[in-house]
């Protein structure tokens, strides 16, 4: 029944929590795609194509307000830290499904990279919808094993004194990544600097790059 | 797609759940598949939309019928019932066998300890 994912070795305490069953409309979409996949009239990959082509209007960009404020802030971001459900309701955003929400932040010394095995705890009310890779078993697996490897795919090179701290999402407990500011944005306000924070970074996968140039 | 067809629907402006996505997905899948032109799609959408407008009081405005984004989308429901009418209708899958598929579904997440990838068994 174990996969690959090396949960042996890592701190699990929900191994044997059921999975959420989804609500009724949702099970239904997903009968229609087992269908009309098993019947060869859709291939899954083409379906993760399209949605990957809508990314842009998928969820509300509430992670990245939330990040932006952390980064203004002082009085949020020890607030965030305290308690990130709380903290982020005060942006009028909540989980959907009643999940908490915990901030981890990276660091020069600490990099944070989050993975679940089940799309049903990716905090979509906040992120917006998940990219089809963190689904996929090679993302899951070697997210757990070899996060340094799994980071290179994604271009993200991390020196080898730096610390990766891999979070598994519960049905319980949602993480969100507080990247770290990135340089040259001294003195720019929320909306800026929220519109430099990309779904990835929140999820460790990306870090955000130096400031091209003079706020926008 | 010919060229006579009628234009795709819209997504929403945001999507608010995975499952939306995924139906919106579907359907346009399909129709690139050539299973149905979007006129037909159409035909069917207002069919349940109509259906559902005289069901009358079960959904509230917030589900979408007062159309509250303005660009013609529905709430995504109908596309759901739309789609299982549509195939229906085309013989390409049974009430039955969508019933059968979605407990399938949820059995699998009830029985697949949380941390391990939901699959229905081959």
Known sequence: MHDAAGHEDHDHDHDHDPSQVPSDIALRVKALESLMAAKGLV???ALDEIIDTYETRIG?????????RAWSDPAFLQ???????????????GGR?????????????????VVCTLCSCYPWAVLGLPPAWYKSSAYRAQAVIAPRQVLATFGVDLPETTEIRVWDSTAEIRYLVL???????????????AALVSRDSMIGVARLPAAAGPRP | MSPSDDPAPSPPAVFEAPWQASIFALVVALHDRGLFAWRDWNRVLVQVIAEQDAAGAARSPSDGIADPAGDGARHPA?????????????????????????E???????????????????
């Open chain 1, 79 to 93: 607030r965030l830290r305290a308690d990130a459900t709380a903290a982020i309701a005060e942006l009028g955003f």
């Open chain 2, 104 to 122: 399938a579904w949820a059995q699998a997440y009830r029985t697949t300890p949380h941390g391990q990838p939901v699959t229905l068994e081959a």
């Open chain 1, 179 to 193: 990247p770290e500011r990135p340089a040259g944005t001294e003195g720019w306000d929320e909306d800026a600097l």
């Open chain 1, 60 to 68: 509300p960009r509430n992670g990245a307000r939330v990040v932006a």
């Open chain 2, 78 to 102: 109908d596309w759901v019932r739309a789609l299982e009418i549509l195939l229906a209708e085309r013989s390409l899958v049974t009430p039955d066998e969508l019933t059968g598929m979605a």
């Open chain 1, 43 to 45: 291939d899954p990959a």
């Open chain 1, 97 to 113: 499904q009643g999940e908490h929400m915990r901030v981890v932040e990276n660091t020069p010394e600490v990099h944070n990279l």
